[in-house]
């Protein structure tokens, strides 16, 4: 009995750490399927872009890209509560951008320069946004 005692800390120290472990590597997974959600449709993005850079088609279909992605971005769920928090503010930021998209897609279809300025403003306001959001789901998916 006195053998059981003298290891139930060192037990009970062990089990902590493989929990903290076990939620090391959900919060992994998680990070990793954020990812595998999220980079290709970007990637997919850029892609359409560089083809028809300056077209309301391109845009249309940019906004419909990112408005779909943030419907799945939505619906991940974390147990992570500052992953949850930044995967929220990214859907955020991604029907935002879908917006932008899509009143960039009406101006060049208007051929308004008064509006084409203003879409292109809310997009250089929102890529500041993204870059720091980025970097904090990143501190979070790697421990920081």
């Known amino acids: ?11 009970l120290s062990g089990l902590a750490w493989s929990l903290a472990g076990c939620a090391r590597i959900d919060r992994i997974e998680e990070c990793r399927a954020l990812s ?11 892609a359409e872009r560089a083809r028809a850079p300056e077209t309301a088609l391109t845009y249309r279909s940019i906004s419909m890209q990112y408005q779909a992605l ?15 928090e930044a995967t929220a503010e990214y859907e955020k930021l991604l029907r935002e951008a879908a917006t932008t998209a899509r009143l960039f ?21 929102a890529v500041k946004r993204e870059t720091p959001l980025i970097t904090r789901i990143e501190g979070v998916c790697h421990g920081k």
Do not use: Y
């Not at 897609?105 to 306001?125: C, F, G, I, M, P």
């Open 1 to 11: 009995m006195r053998t059981l005692r003298s290891w139930a800390p060192f037990v």
């Open 36 to 46: 595998r959600l999220v980079n290709p449709v970007l990637q997919s993005i850029d």
């Open 70 to 84: 943030a419907g799945r971005v939505a619906r991940v769920k974390s147990d992570t509560r500052r992953l949850a």
């Open 105 to 125: 897609a009406d101006a060049l279809d208007a051929k308004d320069e008064v509006r084409l300025s203003a879409a292109r403003t809310a997009a250089t306001r």
